[in-house]
């Protein structure tokens, strides 16, 4: 920890993905970031702050708009030897048994066969694989095959380890196994790895794992916060130490920008027709509604007490509570969410006036649905092709990002029975059928 | 580390050792060796155009025939894997070379395959002067154009369709792209090449009988093999002969099925991306025989070591070295406009030279009537697949939902569908002759009868694959007869019927040239149709007419897959899919 130099440095790297009006959509807004040696940083952020496209920036995967990235002080401009990756599909190949997918890497270096052989025995001893060396990945469990993944990592002795959300592919109970031999490998130091980035949606887990937690905000992917984790390994979730940084990082996570932390009743914020909606599902928005009126928490509730109520994961839980701020149904702020008197109206109404009050929030607060709505009012038939809005949004948006955007839009607006849609023919209509 | 060495990996010296399996296998190798070089030593006997090779109808002659077709095609097979290998690589590879690559194929693919026989012959002949070879070439080439086209598309789609994360992966851990070509790209393309080789091979069967006449200038050459010998048979009414030839084609297809396919299938299931479900635990004994018999273990070994050590030298002529990715070069966009600007060109430029070509010899009036014989054709081919569809569609609804009897109905029809349907022309048209059926509805009848298997193929497929819950549901509802048709079965068949129907069809158009004129001893029976043009001229060399019955066709197939087969292909992709 003394060597000055980082292991892994970013300076001021940008990332932009093209659009139809080639305008571009930016990912990733001026990231520094330093992985120093003997540490574990996470990154944590909402769905689309471009994480997972830092971490294949970091890797060499992707090429950055702007900005440098380093290994050891030389520019990484395409994978680099002494960092290795775990991913979040596992990425096995099927048709190499398990020691075949972990002798990869080492066989691309071309080390000599025997010794191959014997490294590779050696790794999946390591993480506890051992009796499996000939059997194919579909043969195995998600928790196996994830420990294949990290053996594979783990046998070319990489400097750096990256981790893609590693655990989120699996159960729970299999996540924290794995998770623990990973931290006593690590705090036993019988791995070489001397850093690591661990990109997570588990708020949970990054505090228990890491040194530091890494906040992005989401659109552009900028680094919010970062947030140090003091305390000695294993860490147990229950202390009130552990409470508290998790707390903390919800509070991080849920400020909207440009607002000060802890600050409550600030009106919501304008947004634009091609605003990135989240894809908030309406069964879950009112039942995240229902359990924040009634008992225990009766208006008002700490989001992890929240998520761990409602058993979502911080990726389920922020894009509902993101969308219950931007019809102004709830505030957030300093890790705590309240209702609204308009939130608390709509918990209080039976179905049919739900409809109702939701559909007037959607004019009210989403622009798009209300230009939606406008156009179909004003058109003789009122109809029009979901192209129109689509290319409107793909001005702003990706194609992918436009989609889902008009998804969820179409969604709402069928629960709030503001406008039809065809899927077959693609129209939009007043018609309700 | 000690313990480590009982693992099997490293028991090599047992491994290798000769066993029970070696028995079967040196003979075997010994005896596929002389017959490759016997059948290559036949196929470079010196010959001239014109002279007469005597084909016999004595069927002890058929063991002989049948080994110098099954080397044609066999010799076909690894060329067509080599190309499709290599085009596809470099149309999933380059996009520049993937905007002129792939429409050429479809072209390609389109394109009837006797046509590229008689356009291509006399290239091959000049090759070799003087010697057999040339004609054999060209009969490989014909079988080859049966085989390469879709073995190309599936590696293609396959390619693109590689995972994200396996490329990552490879990527991440510094495999060269030559080694992820080999470890990744062509690995995860060998379950569907595997089942494309197959009906490949039935494809090559199909115009085995084709292939192996060739005519130019008037001359005509029939290669010592099993469709010459059908050819023949069918030339002089021996119905006898006919008999012989359908159970000599039934052993070979058989041996190829057991020593080929049924190997590679098995073989094939471990590239499978998803978890293995049907044909689980296939075992073939000649897959089982290669991978036990020490013989093979030694050679495998051997090769391993080989390959291990020039990998290892490359390496280390080669230190290790990061390689810096290229800045985006500004002119990209331009250059990639000049390329599809030259494309147009060239193609309207081919376009005008086929014209002239045809033009000049041919009036207008000609190509008008083409066109029009082009249209009995279609009709036919619409008739057919409708009727195919009516007959075949509930029949393999009714396996499709039993299991059991599906297991055991899908290698029969798999074995149907690689069966050569002109080995039943003959009775076919001794019925036409003996109950003076009408010629034009009932050689039609020629067309389809290879091509049906693929949709009752496809429809057992899709229904097998209904989710039983949705049957569950139709009961638990009463949802019955017509209803139940409408509502489960016929959509949960539709993707699987629309793959199958495209198939048919192309391979209707195909057969068209084959089954629109017949020939049974001295009656020739000719049906109205743009098969029966492109035959008809064919046999005199008339290259203009060949050129243009060949381009209408290709012209009515493209169109008529792009109208219409695409889009319901999309349909049905979009709409219907149950994942």
């Known amino acids: 920890m003394n060597n000055q130099q980082p292991l892994l440095a970013t300076k001021e790297v940008c990332k932009t993905y093209r659009t139809a009006d080639r305008a571009g959509r930016l990912v990733l807004d001026h990231i520094d970031f330093a992985l120093k040696e003997g540490e574990i940083v996470a990154i944590l952020g909402k769905s689309g702050s471009g994480k997972s496209t830092f971490l294949r920036v970091l890797a060499g995967l992707t090429p950055q708009t702007a900005g440098s990235v380093t290994y050891r002080g030389t520019p990484v401009v395409a994978p680099v030897r002494g960092v290795a990756m775990v991913f979040q599909t596992f990425a096995l190949f099927p048709w190499l048994t398990v020691l075949g997918n972990v002798e990869l890497g080492l066989e691309a270096q071309g080390v000599p066969r025997d010794e191959r052989r014997t490294r590779a025995i050696a790794a999946i001893d390591l993480i506890g694989l051992d009796g499996y060396e000939s059997a194919y990945p579909k043969e195995l469990s998600g928790g196996m095959r994830q420990r294949v993944g990290f053996a594979r990592a783990l046998v070319v002795n990489p400097d750096v380890l990256l981790l893609d959300e590693p655990f989120s592919a699996l159960d729970v109970l299999t996540a924290e196994t794995l998770r623990g031999d990973f931290a006593d490998l690590w705090t036993a130091r019988r791995v070489p790895t001397k850093g690591v980035v661990f990109v997570s949606h588990n708020i949970e887990e990054a505090v228990e794992m890491s040194d530091r937690v890494i906040v992005f905000s989401s659109d552009p992917g900028r680094i919010r916060a970062e947030l140090p984790v003091p305390l000695a390994r294993p860490r147990d979730h229950g202390t009130a130490a552990f409470r508290q940084i998790v707390d903390e990082v919800y509070t991080q996570i849920t400020t909207q920008p440009g607002r000060e932390p802890g600050k409550r009743g600030t009106p919501t914020q304008a947004i634009g027709i091609a605003y990135r909606l989240l894809p908030a599902s309406i069964q879950q928005l009112m039942a995240l509604l229902d359990t924040l009126m009634a008992a225990p928490f009766g208006g008002r509730a700490d989001l992890p007490h929240l998520a761990q109520e409602l058993s979502l994961s911080a990726d389920d839980l922020f894009p509902l509570i993101e969308t219950l701020q931007l019809m102004g149904l709830a505030q957030v702020g300093g890790g705590d969410i309240e209702a609204t008197a308009a939130g608390r109206a709509l918990a209080e109404a039976d179905m049919l006036k739900r409809k109702q009050l939701f559909a007037e929030h959607l004019l009210r607060t989403v622009p798009l649905i209300a230009h939606i709505r406008r156009v179909l009012d004003e058109r003789p038939g009122h109809t029009a092709p979901s192209a129109r809005f689509l290319s409107e949004l793909e001005d702003h948006l990706s194609e992918e990002d436009a989609r889902e955007v008009f998804e969820t839009v179409v969604n709402w607006a069928r629960y709030a029975e503001l406008f039809a849609y065809d899927y077959d023919s693609g129209v939009l209509s007043l018609e309700n059928p | ?579």
């Open chain 2, 1 to 579: 580390m000690a313990q480590r060495w009982g693992l099997p990996v490293v028991a090599w010296p047992m491994r290798l050792r000769p066993n029970f399996w070696d028995l079967v296998a040196l003979p075997l190798v010994i005896g596929l060796i002389a017959v490759i070089a016997w059948a290559s030593q036949q196929m470079s006997v010196p010959y001239t155009g014109g002279q007469q090779i005597e084909i016999s109808l004595d069927p002890w002659k058929l063991p002989e025939y049948g080994l110098r077709t099954v080397m044609r095609m066999g010799i076909a097979l690894v060329v067509s894997l080599i190309f499709s290998l290599a085009y596809a690589a470099a149309a999933a590879k380059s996009r520049r070379a993937e905007k002129l690559l792939i429409p050429v194929l479809d072209i390609l693919q389109s394109v009837p395959i006797l046509g590229f026989l008689s356009i291509t012959v006399t290239g091959f002949i000049a090759l070799f002067p003087g010697s057999l070879l040339g004609y054999e070439c060209a009969a490989i080439f014909a079988i080859f154009t049966s085989q390469a086209w879709n073995m190309t598309f599936s590696l293609y789609q396959s390619f693109l369709g590689v995972p994200q994360d396996l490329r990552e992966a490879a990527r991440m851990y510094h495999m060269s792209p030559w080694a992820s070509f080999w470890q990744l790209e062509v690995p995860y393309a060998i379950p569907q090449l595997v089942w494309n080789m197959m009906m490949s091979m039935s494809g090559g069967w199909f115009f085995v009988v084709a292939s192996e006449a060739i005519t130019v200038a008037d001359q005509n050459t029939t290669l010592p093999g099993i469709g010459s010998y059908i050819a023949l048979a069918s030339k002089e009414g021996d119905i006898k002969a006919v008999g012989y030839a359908i159970l000599a084609m039934l052993a070979f297809i058989l041996i190829y099925d057991q020593l080929l396919f049924r190997p590679l299938l098995a073989w094939s299931q471990r590239f499978k991306v998803e978890a293995i479900t049907e044909g689980e635990g296939e075992r073939a004994w000649f897959l089982t025989m290669l991978q036990r018999a020490g013989f093979f273990q030694l050679i495998a070994w051997i090769g391993d070591t080989v390959a291990d050590f020039f990998s290892r030298a490359a390496k280390a002529a080669q230190p290790y070295q990061e390689k810096p990715q290229k800045p985006p070069n500004p002119l990209t966009p331009w250059i990639d406009r000049a390329w599809v600007a030259v494309l147009a060109v060239l193609a309207i430029y081919l376009v005008y030279w086929i014209f002239s070509f045809v033009e000049g010899e041919i009036g207008l009036a000609e190509i008008g009537h083409v066109f029009l014989l082009a249209l009995a054709t279609f009709c036919r081919v619409t008739v057919l697949i409708a009727l195919a569809s009516i007959i075949w569609v509930p029949i393999g609804v009714w396996i499709g939902l039993r299991p059991p009897i599906a297991h055991r109905a899908q290698p029969i029809v798999q074995f149907l569908a690689a069966f050569p349907a002109n080995l039943f022309f003959p009775p076919v048209v001794l019925a036409i002759k003996t109950f003076h059926l009408n010629v034009e509805i009932w050689l039609s009848v020629l067309m389809i009868l290879g091509t049906q298997w693929y949709i009752l193929f496809n429809v057992i497929a899709g229904a097998l694959a209904l989710p039983t819950d949705y049957q569950y549901v139709a009961g638990n509802f009463g949802v019955t007869r017509w209803l139940w048709w409408r509502r489960l079965i016929l959509p949960g068949i539709f993707p699987a019927y629309v793959t199958g129907a495209i198939t048919a069809s192309g391979g209707a158009w195909n057969a068209s040239i084959v089954s629109e004129v017949a020939q049974w001893g001295d009656d020739k029976f000719v049906a109205t149709g743009i098969g029966a043009y492109i035959a008809e001229w064919t046999g005199t060399s008339d290259t203009p007419r060949i050129v243009l019955g060949v381009a209408m066709l290709s012209l009515f197939v493209l169109t008529f897959n792009r109208l219409f087969w695409r889009r319901l292909y999309t349909l049905a992709e979009e709409r219907l899919r149950l994942d």
